[in-house]
């Protein structure tokens, strides 16, 4: 199996597998390809999605600078890609240490607005709504972990004064160097005001594997923001450990007796000992 480039690709069959630097290619299922990466040298500076979506990273020496999307995503979850288009620009700022401390996000969301009689087809694209976010990374004193991220959130609407409306609060906790516990609260916020959480969403992962995670190959910067792309993709926050988790959940908090949703998963390794199918995705390196 080739990549585009005509280079080797660790496949699914029973081999010897790559030796020596290696990147994460493609994210398949048995059905599509959810991902696919593009590097320039060993920098990664694309990701194709489905629907024709693309994700482009600039980089600042060999930080992430900047990450562009346009495209479709799965807002709520469900596994259809919903409809509408969604465009947004992140720049990224790094503090002392060259540590990540804070994304400033621009998104458009655009519809198609449905047919006019006589007409039996949606017009085209046209701009729903825009909307601007900061998020806020924080680090633990010890460990120099992440272990919060602060949202603040609000709609972008030409001829009003921009206010954040609304807001989330996430934190972290960690099993060794692995992501165990995600607790991600959202709220309304008026003037420097947190209010009352209305949504509390628990997400836990457990039974970590030693082996290695393909998410290790990309960059932390592009790791979260692919978490913080949809309110979703919490569940994915194991993208952040250097392991494998073998189950994980997730939980609506706010009930007096929350339920948890529980995935269970076998993995596959290769003989380097990199993840290659779990959670039914199968994962493809490409040598560099």
Do not use: C
């Not at 980089?59 to 799965?74: E, H, P, R």
């Not at 030409?158 to 409306?165: L, V």
């Not at 594997?209 to 913080?228: C, E, H, M, N, W």
């Amino acid at each position: 199996m080739l990549d585009e480039d005509g280079d080797p690709l660790l496949d699914l069959n029973d081999t010897g597998g790559l030796i020596g630097p290696r990147g994460l290619y493609r994210e398949i299922t048995d059905k599509d390809t959810i991902a696919e990466y593009h590097y320039s040298g060993l920098l990664m500076t694309r990701v194709l999605t489905p629907k024709k979506s693309v994700t482009d990273l600039s980089y600042s020496g060999d930080k992430v600078s900047q990450i562009t999307f346009n495209g479709f995503l799965d807002l709520d979850g469900d596994g259809t890609i919903d409809t509408d288009s969604i465009s947004y620009t992140q720049l990224f700022t790094y503090g002392p240490g060259g540590r990540l401390t804070t994304i400033s996000e621009n998104r458009s969301v655009f519809r198609r607005p449905p047919p006019v009689p006589p007409a039996t087809t949606p017009g085209p694209m046209a701009l729903l709504r825009k909307a601007k976010s900061l998020y806020t990374l924080g680090y633990d004193a010890s460990t120099a972990k992440m272990n919060s991220i602060l949202m603040q959130n609000g709609p972008d609407v030409a001829g009003t004064n921009f206010a954040f409306t609304d807001y989330s609060k996430t934190e972290y906790t960690y099993l060794g160097d692995n992501v165990s516990k995600v607790v991600r609260e959202y709220g309304p916020y008026n003037n420097g005001v947190f209010g009352r959480p209305i949504t509390r969403l628990g997400y836990d992962f457990y039974e970590y594997d030693t082996q290695i995670s393909p998410f290790t190959l990309l960059p932390t910067a592009y790791k979260i923001s692919r978490l913080l792309s949809t309110e979703a993709n919490d569940r994915e926050s194991h993208i952040l450990s250097p392991n494998n988790p073998k189950k994980a959940s997730v939980t609506d908090l706010v009930p007096p007796i929350p339920v948890p949703v529980i995935r269970t998963t076998n993995y596959n390794y290769d003989p380097q000992t990199y993840m290659r199918k779990g959670f039914g995705i199968n994962y493809i390196y490409k040598p560099f």
